[in-house]
Every structure is written in structure tokens, then in C-alpha cells.
């Protein structure tokens, strides 16, 4: 079936590090990838996508690559911020006719440092 | 703002109650989502109405009744639940068959009972 493996945090760095949140998935297809985060007390916001084999997407100094070979949708950020302190879920999309579903990662929880 | 309102914010209910939750989307999608969302787990897909027609029900509780009266409106009716039924409602709309395929979420219900 479908499914979504990210890396358990969680993920404790120092301001202005470098962020790498793994994330790999099993589908039937060509899924859409996706990075959705959680600030405290928050629901859900899309951080970025990428829809095709070796699209990137980036939002936020955020970026995620596309990997069919490796099926894997790795999130990188050059420098963290104390605000980026969330939590980052992987996702994909599976379609199913005119049906379509989300389907997350456990998460992965970011603390950033001063 | 996403464009998903949901209400109340935080719902405190004791077993024997009977308490609605309240989702409204104003981006014009036509599926919603109800999802759960509880500590150390994943987020859990509850129900997906598509069109107003529920698609998907994953094997939730009947102590859960979705009811989707227009593509706009979703709701979780919830009757003599469990303590471990505390967690994070998330609800979510997005546009199927279309090209954009991300889901969009409100800020959740806080769900505590007692």
C-alpha cells in the first residue's frame, strides 16, 4: 500500500544549522510530495510541493526534491531560525479515480536554539 | 487564514454529552476531510466527502457522525465518547480533479473529555 516514513525526532539544532528531515515513500503511480508543518497550537500549512520526478519545491529557504529513483522527498534548510521550531510531516497524494487522499508521515518535531 | 474555519477552537465534554464540531471552507473545494490528530500518533483520516458524498470512512467508531450538508460545510457530531477520544480535530478541504491537489486545514478543535 501507500505509505509516507519520515526520520523520529525529534530534531534538535542551533540556530543558523543546517535542517535535513528525511522522508521516503512507497506508492502505486506518480504521486504529488509534500511538506506540510505544524506550529504550536496551529493546524496544518502547506510548506511546499512538487508534483513530478526531480521537481523542487521550496518555500521559506525551505526546499524538497522529488526522488523517483530513490523514492524520496528529503527536506533541507541552509540556515534555521528559532521560528522554524514545529513540526514537519511528509506527505503524498494518491489518486484514485476522481477520489484523492492524503496521506502523512508521523511527523517530525524541529526545536531550534538560540 | 487558509480559508478553513473551524469552531469551537477547544471543546471540553464529559461522556454522556453530545457535542457537534463545525467545519466551513470558503475556497470553493469540493472535498473535505475530517482528521484526527493525537500525541505520539499519526494523523489519522477519519472521513472524505466528496462531492457531499461520504467516500471513505476508516473504520471510526460510530460514536462519530460526519454529516455534509453542502461542499462548503462539514460536521463531526460526537456522542458518549471515551477519554481516549481526546485529541486534535483537523479539518481540511481540496479541489479533486484539478491540477492543484494540496489539501488546505484549519486550526483544529481541541478536544478534552473528561
Known amino acids: 500500500g501507500n505509505s509516507v516514513t519520515q526520520m523520529e525526532g525529534p530534531v534538535t539544532l542551533s540556530e543558523e544549522a543546517f535542517l535535513t528531515i528525511n522522508c521516503t515513500y512507497t506508492?502505486?503511480?506518480?504521486?504529488?510530495l509534500f511538506w506540510y508543518v505544524q506550529y504550536p497550537g496551529e493546524g496544518l500549512q502547506l510548506l511546499l510541493k512538487a508534483t513530478k520526478a526531480d521537481d523542487k519545491g521550496s518555500n521559506k529557504g525551505f526546499e524538497a526534491t522529488y526522488r523517483k529513483e530513490t523514492t524520496s522527498f528529503h527536506l533541507e534548510k541552509g540556515s534555521v531560525q528559532v521560528s522554524d521550531s514545529a513540526v514537519y510531516f511528509c506527505?503524498?497524494?494518491?489518486?484514485?479515480?476522481?477520489?484523492?487522499?492524503?496521506?502523512f508521515g508521523k511527523g517530525t518535531k524541529l526545536s531550534v536554539k538560540p | 487564514e487558509t480559508g478553513v474555519t473551524q469552531t469551537p477552537r477547544h471543546l471540553v465534554m464529559g461522556m454522556t454529552n453530545k457535542k457537534s464540531l463545525k467545519c466551513e471552507q470558503h475556497?470553493?473545494?469540493?472535498?473535505m476531510y475530517w482528521y484526527k490528530q493525537s500525541a505520539k500518533k499519526p494523523l489519522e483520516l477519519m472521513f472524505v466527502y466528496n462531492f457531499k458524498e461520504q467516500t471513505e470512512n476508516n473504520s471510526v467508531p460510530s460514536r462519530f457522525s460526519p454529516e455534509c450538508p453542502n461542499s462548503s460545510h462539514l460536521f463531526l457530531h460526537l456522542h458518549t465518547l471515551q477519554p481516549e477520544d481526546s485529541a486534535l480535530y483537523l479539518c481540511?478541504?481540496?479541489?479533486?480533479?484539478?491540477?492543484?491537489?494540496?489539501?488546505?486545514f484549519g486550526q483544529g478543535t481541541r478536544l478534552t473529555v473528561v
Open positions: 506508492a502505486t503511480g506518480y504521486p504529488s
Open positions: 481540511a478541504s481540496s479541489q479533486l480533479g484539478g491540477e492543484n491537489t494540496e489539501a488546505f
Open positions: 475556497l470553493g473545494h469540493n472535498a
Open positions: 506527505a503524498l497524494w494518491t489518486y484514485g479515480g476522481s477520489q484523492g487522499n492524503l496521506i
